[in-house]
């Protein structure tokens, strides 16, 4: 994404109006729309759920330390009530909130900037839930492994992924994913410490994985999920 | 959507330069976002496919007479060069064109519809996929039939669907999609006649499919596919 300016002394105004919400795992984001520009992720992970009917639920997105959740005006008509934000474990968040007067002198360049974030996050979110329907489960998996827990985000010392998370993220069975993970391990792709997953030799999963679905899906960080 | 006004000698104007693109079958719709506000399918059917990887495409929307292709100014880095839009029988295409000094007026009332029009689009489809993901292949080909198939479009008499579609769209193999298609013709669901297949008795697929999720994405004819 190109650079976008922000004149300095909204900025100020900006930084100064940033309020933060602590949740614990389990609990739930409920920003309202209306009143939120984008909330950034200060430490912890937040997933985007979507529960389509009993039993029927699936992970859409993951966020993490230094991503943001783009909160754009949207109409009633789009709005999914079963659609959740959910702390996967202790998280802070920043929240820059909308309904400001001080701020009003250049919403509409704000407005454009959340256009603009939530519009890469929706097609980046619904290209990879295609790419879930065109390849085996266990493909995903090492795919989603790979540019999950190589994020180059700065803030992240060591990303790792968990096999309930891998599972809610691909709609196969836990059984399912153990077994990949554990495939995975005795290959010495990634180690499991305390249910944590990391990778151990990148070079391997680069090898299998088509390199312009790495290059195209590698999570842009600072970016969104 | 709630009602839109745009005024009638606004309209006059638009009318007056749409353009009508005629495609045959395996044709490519390659129009250019910047000098694009929307297509219009007249007759016929034209596919939105993902090639992300030799082997691995994906049919990820389906557009019928009636639906509208938003063409939405979009970023560079949005762009994906292994999308297309394809016409799967000879077609016939209105195109509302973008760049015309005569639609200067009232160009931002436009985009703010096309972005609109777009963001249903985009989400609607970006849950579909995702509920891909959680159903089986078997359910999701019964509820793509179904909210395929009884699409209120007046312009369409008949809507049928064919196995090679069914296919594509779900991302399993036609092997697997005839196999299910010969299962609902023998429960008397589906009829097929000549490679088409037509609801015989759509109250079977109604009971089986869950009502919310039957509610939600239901086919919203002339808005998106």
Same sequence: chains 1, 2.
């Avoid at 430490?43 to 389509?52: I, K, N, S, T, Y």
């Avoid at 001080?102 to 839930?129: N, Q, T």
């Avoid at 190589?150 to 994913?177: H, M, P, W």
Wanted: charged share 25%; with cysteine.
């Amino acid at each position: 994404m190109e650079s976008w300016s922000i004149p300095h002394l909204d900025i100020d105004i900006l930084v100064k109006n940033i309020f933060k919400v602590d949740l614990q795992k389990g609990d739930l984001l409920e920003l309202k729309h209306e009143q939120t520009y984008l909330a950034s992720i200060d430490h912890g992970l937040v997933g985007e759920f979507f529960d389509f009917a009993k039993d029927y639920e699936i992970c859409a997105s993951l966020f993490t330390p230094g991503t943001v959740i783009p909160y754009k005006k949207i109409d009633k008509h789009l709005k999914n009530e079963n659609m959740r934000y959910e702390a996967l474990t202790d998280t802070s968040i920043f929240v820059i909130p909308r309904k400001n007067n001080e701020l009003a002198s250049f919403s509409s360049e704000m407005d454009i900037l959340i256009d603009r974030i939530y519009d890469f996050f929706i097609s980046y979110s619904r290209e990879l839930a295609l790419l879930r329907t065109v390849l085996s489960a266990e493909y995903y998996i090492e795919f989603f492994i790979l540019i999950y827990c190589t994020s180059n985000c700065s803030v992240i010392e060591k990303n790792f992924i968990t096999v309930d998370l891998l599972s809610r993220v691909t709609g196969c069975t836990r059984q399912y994913a153990n077994k990949v993970v554990y495939r995975l391990e005795v290959e010495g792709v990634v180690i499991k410490k305390v249910g944590k997953i990391y990778i151990l030799n990148k070079d391997i999963l680069l090898q299998r994985i088509d390199k312009d679905l790495f290059k195209r899906y590698y999570k842009p960080c600072c970016i969104t999920a």
